[in-house]
């Protein structure tokens, strides 16, 4: 599994013994949105024999930015704590506006683990009537090694260099530089030659995701060619992801810049571009 799963299709490949089905809800770090308690949310209800991935622990916490990939021995230990083998088939949701599935997908693959998304959020799989678990996981630890990436990631470095499309996930209003970087270090803009494509607009009104059609037409109408190299990009590193999933889903694997606006936007000698 590495892609779109639905609803439907998860209650029924509920109890498989090689099923592990983890929430990845995030506490966020996004400036404006509203903190949650991905813990306390879990524990209040969740889909029937999921972990929480906590999310929030899957960072490299020596890294000053926030919210950046973890290292190899942090992400090792936390599967192991889930209880992830080489077997495990692992479906990813979350409960966020933001989508932060999409996030943990992207973190798993950079270690080699494959897994499906949910689609539709925690809020969806409640309004259909679906079974849900209250309290605390329980895994049995297992021994577990990474593997060799399936993602692709981008560095300042290479962002300073790049020939590579750029698109960025965050808002309208943030990409122009209209409204103020809510990170007074950060500059307001966007990085020259980069593209917009607002994360929310990835989905239907009902947070469904868009349909292939939809999502090809979404990427066309903002100028972008998946046929060629492209490099996601938001505030931290977060909806990017958004980015990188949908194009997986078209067939095409992109790279995340996992720096993204909270680096670029805060080093003096990198260039800044304010408008649409």
């Known amino acids: ?102 996030r943990a997908w992207w973190v798993l693959r950079m270690f080699g683990v494959k897994a499906a998304i949910l689609d539709g959020n925690m809020g969806h799989w409640r309004a259909e009537g679906r079974p849900v678990q209250t309290g605390p996981h329980l895994a049995a630890t297992t021994a577990f090694t990474a593997g060799e990436p399936a993602a692709k990631l981008r560095t300042l470095d290479d962002m300073r260099t790049t020939s590579e499309q750029i698109v960025d996930a965050r808002s309208a209003a943030r990409f122009s530089g209209a409204e103020p970087d809510a990170r ?6 966007h990085m020259p030659g980069s593209k917009n494509i607002p994360s929310g607009r990835f989905f239907q009104p009902d947070g469904h995701w868009l349909q292939p059609e939809a999502l090809c037409a979404l990427f066309a109408a903002a100028g972008v060619d ?51």
């Open 226 to 276: 998946l046929g060629k190299p492209l490099v996601a990009t938001c505030g931290s590193g977060i909806t990017a992801a958004i980015i990188v999933f949908a194009a997986h889903l078209l067939g095409h694997e992109v790279a995340l810049y996992d720096g993204s606006w909270t680096e670029w936007g805060a080093q003096p000698d990198t260039a800044k571009v304010v408008g649409a």
């Open 1 to 102: 599994m590495d892609g779109l799963l639905s609803t439907g299709d998860l209650a029924g490949m509920l109890g498989a013994e090689d099923l592990l089905v983890l929430d990845a809800t995030y506490t966020s770090t996004i400036p404006g949105a509203a903190k949650q308690d991905p813990r306390a949310e879990f524990e209040a209800g969740h889909i029937p024999g999921a972990r929480l991935l906590d999310l929030d622990t899957l960072v490299d916490t020596d890294n000053p930015l926030p919210s950046m990939l973890p290292t190899r021995a942090v992400f090792e230990e936390r599967m192991a704590q889930l209880g992830v083998t080489g077997t495990t088939r692992i479906v990813l949701y979350d409960n966020s506006p933001h989508h932060t599935a999409c």
């Open 184 to 189: 007074p270090e950060c500059a307001a803009g």
